[in-house]
């Protein structure tokens, strides 16, 4: 993976946000991160960052570009003869985390075609494919419509994993109080 970070503090990061100029401005950009985690790291990572003292607001802005992030099971298994559950790959082609003066993190997806390509860096431009010729019912989709129906399908994608995560965390709180639940 690549990864470049910049930090500006002082009058040069107003440009940013007013409290950039006393706190700082972080900008992280992490691109092709490949990873696999096991479910259990993720419910255990709450306790981790639970604190009594309240952080110093640093605004922010994290890019994720073609990053593949895996999610696997790694709780007991109710029945011994289950092959187990599936894991969950979770893709992103391209997402802004952004925390402005107010602490509060915001989702968003960069604006515009341009946006993604200026972004990325260079060794990665090379690698980047024309989208290849799609037909769906007979009928042959125009390459503007392809974008926006992956773009679709990454949200379906990230509701069906987030679904999943919440239903197993469902489980295993009714399991905490019955052990002997079955589905």
Known sequence: PEVCLRLEVGPSAAVHSPLAVQNG???MLVHSYTAELFMSFLTNLGPFL?????PEVIPMEIEVVDAKITLKDDSPRIYP????????TLAVDHVVVK??????FYLTAPQGEGSSKQEKPASALGEQKAPAECVSAGTRLQLKEVPE???ELQTMKLALAEANMDKARLLQEVRKYNPLFQL
């Open 25 to 27: 401005f972080l900008h």
């Open 81 to 88: 003869t289950s092959p187990g559950p599936v894991p969950i």
């Open 50 to 54: 639970e604190d009594e003292i309240i």
């Open 149 to 151: 129906l992956q773009r």
């Open 99 to 104: 925390r402005g003066d107010d602490g509060v």
